[in-house]
C-alpha cells in the first residue's frame, strides 16, 4: 500500500506546482493550501514510522486541522457555485459551522458513554465519519440542485472542482459508515480505499482543472428553458400537495 502513499504525494506536488504556474490558486487558495498542509503533514509523518506515540500524537494533533480545512474547502465551492444566489452564498458558512457543531455534539453523545474512546484516539474516527457525512450531504444536495437547475455563473473549472469534490466527499462518508458498521474489522482495506479515492480526486484536481477552464460555462438557452418548465412543474405538484389534491 506504500505506493499509494507515493502516488498522493506525486500528485499533490503536481497539483501545487502546476497551479501556481497557470494562477489557480488565487481562485482556490483554501484547496490549495489544504493540499500543501496534507502534503506537509504527511512528509511528518512518514519518518516518524506508523503504530509509534511520535506518530500517533501528531497524527490525533493535526486531525481536527484537516477536518476544518475540508469544511473549508467545501465552503470555498459553495462560494464560487452559490454565486448567482447570493442569500444562499453568505448562508454557506454558517451552515458549515453547523455541520461542524452537530458532529462535535455526536462525537461527545458517542464517545461520553465509554470515555476509553477518547483516550484511545477513537474519536478521531467518529469525526470524521460525521464530518464528512455532513459534509457530503450538504455538497450533494448543491450538486443534485445544480444538476437540475443550471447556472449561468459558473466556470468550467467550477463544474470539474465540484463533481470532483462531491465524488470524493460521498466516497469518503462510504467509507467510514462502512468502517463504523464492520466495527472496525474492515480498517485494512477502508485505509486502502481512501488512499484510492485521494489520489483519484488529488489527481482529478491536479490534471483535469487548467487556466482555459476560467472561462465561464455557459448554460444553453434549451437547458434553461428546460430547467424553468422543470421547476414551473415541481411548484404545481408542490402547490396540488399543500391544497389537498
Known amino acids: 500500500m506504500m505506493w499509494l502513499w507515493w502516488l498522493l504525494a506525486a500528485g499533490q506536488l503536481v497539483l501545487l506546482v502546476r497551479w501556481w504556474r497557470a494562477g489557480l490558486w488565487r481562485s482556490y487558495p483554501v484547496l490549495v493550501g489544504w493540499v500543501a ?5 504527511a512528509a511528518a509523518l512518514w519518518p516518524l514510522g506508523f503504530n509509534t506515540p511520535a506518530y500517533r500524537t501528531l497524527f490525533l494533533v493535526t486531525a481536527p486541522l484537516v477536518m476544518l480545512a475540508q469544511c473549508a474547502v ?15 452564498a453568505r448562508s454557506a458558512p454558517r451552515l458549515l459551522l453547523g455541520v461542524a457543531g452537530v458532529s462535535l455534539v455526536l462525537v461527545i453523545a458517542t ?22 457525512t455532513g459534509l457530503a450531504l450538504v455538497a450533494g444536495a448543491v450538486a443534485a440542485f445544480f444538476g437540475v437547475f443550471p447556472s449561468k455563473a459558473r466556470r468550467w473549472n467550477v463544474i470539474l472542482h465540484g463533481r470532483i469534490l462531491v465524488s ?22 477502508v485505509n486502502m480505499g481512501l488512499l484510492v479515492v485521494t489520489n483519484g480526486a488529488v489527481w482529478g484536481w491536479a490534471v483535469a482543472m487548467s487556466r482555459v ?3 465561464r460555462a ?9 430547467a424553468r418548465a422543470r421547476l414551473v412543474d415541481y411548484a404545481e405538484a408542490a402547490a396540488r400537495v399543500w391544497s389537498g389534491r
Open 218 to 226: 455557459e448554460v444553453p438557452a434549451a437547458d434553461g428553458a428546460a
Open 213 to 215: 477552464g476560467e472561462q
Open 168 to 189: 470524493y466527499l460521498v466516497a469518503v462518508a462510504v467509507a467510514y459508515e462502512v468502517y463504523n458498521a464492520t466495527n472496525g474489522t474492515t480498517r485494512a482495506w
Open 74 to 88: 467545501v465552503a470555498e465551492w459553495l462560494r464560487e457555485v452559490l454565486a448567482d444566489y447570493p442569500g444562499a
Open 111 to 132: 464517545a461520553a458513554p465509554d470515555l476509553a474512546l477518547l483516550k484511545r484516539g477513537a474519536w478521531v474516527m467518529i469525526a470524521q465519519r460525521y464530518v464528512a
Open 37 to 41: 498542509f496534507e502534503l506537509l503533514r
